[in-house]
């Protein structure tokens, strides 16, 4: 396993104000059959107030069913329904058959009622795995509707699934329908270092559930973090939604990876001056959890105007740059139409739209991108529909974290 780097150019300025970019890559280790798999901490909190009645509860209840039978009995997990309270289905279990038969019969009778208490909800469920153990916890939370009991604020939801995550408990978030609040949920699966998916269609619940469960069974490596040492006058910005450990973007906390999972963190570098020739190193290092440290530079140099301006591009930086800058400006339009301010939205992604445009030349997939943030900025001038602004909100946040727009880990091919 290899830390690779790459930049759309190398070169930089000497007169200074270059802007360059810097792109990590690294593939999780496979999962060797001979290692035993740490255990996992899985509680699930159903929102079973009134709007999840009919086939939304039935088909939740099924989700989870199928999540619970991925479990081996060196497991554990919990089962909670909330709606204006909290009722314990099962309490944290280790997965035995018996156990997995007798959450499987009580959730039948998990029925559709009363308010949304989705604070007390998802607090109650974590608390279930939180504490001392090996292995990962996570809590997988699905929901169709709003906070309307307690906690409402998202951003204070929001901290406090961030100090759950600061405790060892991830969080993953399944909107159901167009009913949820999507700015909730992504923020809070975003803090929690989990994913957040919209399930438009009640039918397509168990599917997914049963995917992220699957997942959370073969992480291979755990609380990854990569760190950036730049060059004296040199910053950074991280283009992407992951989070920072550090005010500078020089440490980003990546969180746990799939076996196999493909990580492409992008930065966006400022150098400071410097004289023709003189070669500037930028080094990332990528730590976790097991003490492994991984460690690679990659030089910029010096040059003069003419050099600089006739300087060949990396097309596949520049497709990977171009896609997380359109993903970035995108969630923070959406939060701009949420606010009312559609000229600022629109305004926003026509400026991405013509950097894109000024290096993309002739390339297809870069002037696709452009023509789609140039159709976005359209749509974005006026009030989003519900079905748009959740399609949204799911596909950027799930990219800008290098995951698949669906939500899902980017992993390496396997060989057939």
Known sequence: MTLELSTDRALIRHNGKSRRHLVVRWTAPPVADSVTRPPLRAAFSIDRSGSMGGDRIVLARQGVAQAIEELAPTDAFSVTAFDGGVETILPLSPATPVARATAIAALA?????????????????????????????????????????????????????????????????????????????????????????????????????????????????????????????????????????????????????????????????????????????????????????????????????????????????????????????????????????YPEAAQLLAGVEARIREYAGSDPVLNALAAELQRDGVAYARRLDELMSKEHHMTNSSRSRGKLAEGFARRRPQDP
Not at 220 to 226: E, N
């Open 109 to 341: 009778a998990v029925d559709a009622r009363g308010s949304t208490n989705l604070f007390r909800g998802f607090l109650s469920a974590c608390e279930t795995v939180a504490g001392p153990g090996e292995g990962t916890a996570r809590c997988f939370l699905l929901t169709d509707g709003h906070a309307t009991d307690e906690e409402r604020d998202p951003v204070k939801l929001a901290g406090h699934a961030l100090a759950l995550r600061d405790r060892g408990i991830s969080l993953c978030t399944f909107g159901i329908g167009i009913g949820f609040d999507e700015v909730l949920l992504r923020g809070m699966a975003d803090a929690g270092g989990g994913n957040f998916f919209y399930i438009a269609s009640a039918q397509d619940i168990p599917g997914v559930m049963r995917r992220e469960l699957s997942e959370a069974l073969i992480v291979s490596q755990r609380g990854v973090v990569v760190r950036l040492a730049l060059p004296t006058g040199t910053t950074a910005r991280l283009v992407g939604s992951h989070r920072l450990l550090a005010e500078d973007h020089t440490a980003v906390s990546v969180g746990d990876l799939v076996a196999d999972e493909q990580i492409e963190l992008v930065f966006s570098l400022q150098f400071p001056p410097g004289d023709v020739g003189r070669q500037h190193a930028v080094r990332a290092t990528l730590t976790d959890d097991s003490g492994q440290t991984h460690s690679a530079a990659l030089p910029f140099t010096y040059a003069d105007t003419a050099a600089n301006d006739h300087q060949p591009r990396d097309l596949e930086a520049d497709r990977l740059i171009a896609q997380r800058h359109a993903d970035r400006a995108r969630l923070l339009a959406l939060q701009l139409n949420a606010d009312h301010r």
